[in-house]
């Protein structure tokens, strides 16, 4: 099953900052993390369901070699990415799901 990605307002925002903050530390350190947001983004669109439930029917996909995770919905026509939050962030970001 193959659905489209929607990325949330919200998520872009997250994104456009994760990857100023790691530019700044490294140049091509931004690049490096979008391009494996986009390798997991393409992983989530191919097996959707395949990644773990963490409330109700949010699920999350972590990213290897960055302590990040994508939150996100699936409904019958598309997989919405509500966020893409630090690990140590998550818990506390409970509410933007809610």
């Known amino acids: 099953m193959k659905l489209p990605i ?3 307002s919200q998520t872009e925002q997250d994104l456009e900052n994760i ?7 490294s140049k091509g350190l931004g690049s490096e993390f979008i391009r494996i ?3 997991n983004l393409a ?18 996909k972590i990213i290897r070699r960055f302590p990040y995770a994508l939150f996100y919905l ?3 026509k598309q997989v919405t990415v509500l ?4 690990l140590k962030q998550a818990p506390q970001q409970q509410s933007r799901f809610q």
């Open 37 to 39: 947001i986009d390798s």
């Open 43 to 60: 992983q989530i669109q191919r097996y959707p369901e395949a990644y773990l439930v963490v409330l109700k029917n949010l699920r999350r």
């Open 74 to 76: 699936i409904t019958e």
């Open 83 to 86: 966020a893409c939050l630090h």
């Open 6 to 8: 929607f990325i949330t």
């Open 19 to 25: 990857y100023d903050w790691y530019e700044k530390r």
